[in-house]
């Protein structure tokens, strides 16, 4: 008998849903998250008046959240002075609220500026992704990657810490 190249298989069947979707280039995703477009599906944990936290529908890891301006800004030079300040308050909020609900070992901050980048949205965005001791850095291994609580549980979790997320 040939010996498997693997003896255990992880299945991650929601993550067909992320490879095989068909993308509208006329549509922003985010912007019609912001606009609460009926019909688009959104893990919406906060929002005020110039930004939304959402929890990623496709995480690295639990916790992981995307922090964008709701205005459409796509060059990061454009961004006014004021908003910049406000997101980076709402991104140290947001380590905060993890902490609280997740308790991750450290974090990774990231903006992707260009296809080349790795930006699938043009909507400016940034990843805060918690990191916990052995996740395997959040580079996927096989395209299979193991979550350790659904985003049901994950959201379950920030909802009950959200007023960490303000900022007035």
Not at 87 to 93: D, E, G, H, T, Y
Request: glycine share 4%.
């Amino acid at each position: 008998m040939v010996n498997p190249l693997f003896h255990t298989y992880i299945t991650a069947p929601w993550k067909i849903e992320y490879v095989k979707r068909k993308k509208d280039p006329n549509q922003c995703v985010l912007c019609a998250i912001a606009q609460k477009t009926p019909g688009v599906v959104t893990w919406e944990v906060f929002r005020d008046d110039l930004i939304m936290v959402l929890l990623n529908r496709f995480p690295y890891n639990p916790g992981h959240l995307l922090v964008s301006p709701l205005e459409h800004y796509e060059n990061y030079e454009l961004v006014p002075p004021e908003l910049v300040s406000h997101l980076a308050l709402v991104l140290q909020r947001g380590i905060k609220l993890l902490k609280q609900t997740h308790q991750p070992a450290a974090f990774n901050i990231g903006l992707n500026l260009g296809n080349i980048a790795g930006a699938s949205i043009k909507h400016l965005h940034w990843h805060l992704v918690p990191r916990y001791l052995g996740d395997l850095n959040f580079m996927e291994i096989l395209e299979t990657r193991v979550l350790v609580e659904t985003l049901e549980q994950t959201m379950s979790k920030l909802r009950q810490q959200t007023s960490i997320l303000q900022t007035k």
